[in-house]
Each structure stands twice: as C-alpha cells, then as structure tokens.
Antibody, heavy 121, light 110 residues
Framework: QVQLVESGGGVVQPGRSLRLSCAAS????????LHWVRQAPGKGLEWVAG????????NHVDSVKGRFTISRDNSKSTLYLEMKSLRAEDTAVYYC??????????????WGQGTLVTVSS | QSALTQPASVSGSPGQSITISCTGT?????????VSWYQHHPGKAPKLMIY???KRPSRVSDRFSGSKSGNTASLTISGLQAEDEADYYC??????????FGGGTQLTVL
C-alpha cells in the first residue's frame, strides 16, 4: 500500500535552516507529482509547495518563496523541503502529499502523517 | 489568496445527513471543477474523500458526496456514523496556480 513517511522535524531557532524528507513506498515514485502541505497549531491546512514527477517544474506559495525549496531524488524515492530563514509563523506540522498523476494533479490522494517543525528561541 | 470559508463546526445524530459548505471566489471555486475534500482525524494522515467536485475514490464510502454551485462547494455525508467524526477540509485549485484550503469544519456525531 502507499506509504509516505516524513522526517526531519524538530525545534529550531528563528533564522536557522532545516531540511524535511518524505520517503515513499508502495508506489512508482518517479511517476507522480508531490506536494508539501502544512498545518499551524490550531489552524487549517495550507499548501506550501509542489513539484512535477521529474522535478522539471516546481511551485511555492508566496509566503515561503525565496526561503523554502521543494526538491526530489527519484533514485531514493524521497521528497525534500529545504527551509531557510525560518520564522515563528513557520511552526506547523508538515505533510507530504501525493498527486494522482505526473503533474500537480489538482488534488492530493495520499498523505503522510506529518512531521512537526517548531521555530522558537 | 484568502482561505476558503467553512463553518467551524457541524453536528448530527447517527443516521442523519449533514452538509458542509465551502465558499470561495471566482478565482478559485468558481473557476474550476478542482474542488476536493479531506477527512482528518487529528494525529493521522488526512484522507481524500471527494475530488473534482463530486468524484469519489473507490476506497471511500458512497455515503459521501460533493457538489458545487457558483463559488460554493458542498460536502454531504448521509447515514452519519460515529467513525465520521473528524475535521473536514475543502480545497480548490486557483487562478494563481496554487491551492487554497478552507479553515476546516469539526464534525461531531451526537
């Protein structure tokens, strides 16, 4: 079955960097677009970034542009989110989510259980 | 891009039907048939319940249905069961080539 397992979360000081990973199994990883979605404490979901099946195109929400970068390594079936210049408002559970096709997919058919990032001094 | 508007909470008794609304704008819900709905039990992975406004993944019960009129989409759950108690989020693709979610609706089964 499809499994997406996020890792790399933790407590980090404002202004520092962190890299999240999402390891996939049960799918032909290189055949699907992927996304990161986050949920701040007590808030709703927020789409953060998406990437096509081959990494040739990526997109980020304005609030993280220039600070976060989505990438993937198809040889390792792993999705990444490189986060720099972290702010308190980036504190959230970060979910990895799969597109149903090679593109961005317009919906997210499978999700991981998330990894918590806390930005605090 | 503002979040889509959902009621904060809805409730119903077992066996009843409930509907959750999701109001957006002409830049998101009103522009595309790319509205999806997610069930989220806290601490677990969100689950896709409805996509493309009214399509249902094969693994999802036919008690769940979706529709759209203008800038407002709706999720209806019929024959409420205790296991349906969860948070529900709508989501729409937008003309800015990003996705926007609703604030979430907490469903309580009385």
């Amino acid at each position: 079955q499809v499994q997406l397992v996020e890792s790399g979360g933790g407590v980090v000081q404002p202004g520092r960097s962190l890299r999240l990973s999402c390891a996939a199994s049960g799918i032909s990883f290189s055949s699907y677009g992927l996304h990161w979605v986050r949920q701040a404490p007590g808030k709703g979901l927020e789409w953060v970034a998406g990437i096509l099946y081959d990494g040739s195109n990526k997109n980020h929400v304005d609030s993280v542009k220039g600070r976060f970068t989505i990438s993937r390594d198809n040889s390792k079936s792993t999705l990444y989110l490189e986060m720099k210049s972290l702010r308190a408002e980036d504190t959230a559970v970060y979910y990895c989510a799969k597109s149903p096709n090679r593109g961005y997919g317009y919906n997210f058919d499978y999700w991981g259980q998330g990894t918590l990032v806390t930005v605090s001094s | 891009q503002s979040a889509l508007t959902q009621p904060a909470s809805v409730s119903g008794s077992p066996g009843q039907s409930i509907t959750i609304s999701c109001t957006g704008t002409s830049s998101d819900v009103g522009s595309y048939y790319y509205v999806s709905w997610y069930q989220h039990h806290p601490g677990k992975a969100p689950k896709l319940m409805i996509y493309d406004v009214s399509k249902r993944p094969s693994r999802v019960s036919d008690r769940f249905s979706g529709s759209k009129s203008g800038n407002t989409a709706s999720l209806t759950i019929s024959g409420l069961q205790a296991e349906d108690e969860a948070d529900y989020y709508c989501c729409s693709y937008t003309t800015s080539n990003i996705w926007v979610f609703g604030g979430g609706t907490q469903l309580t089964v009385l």
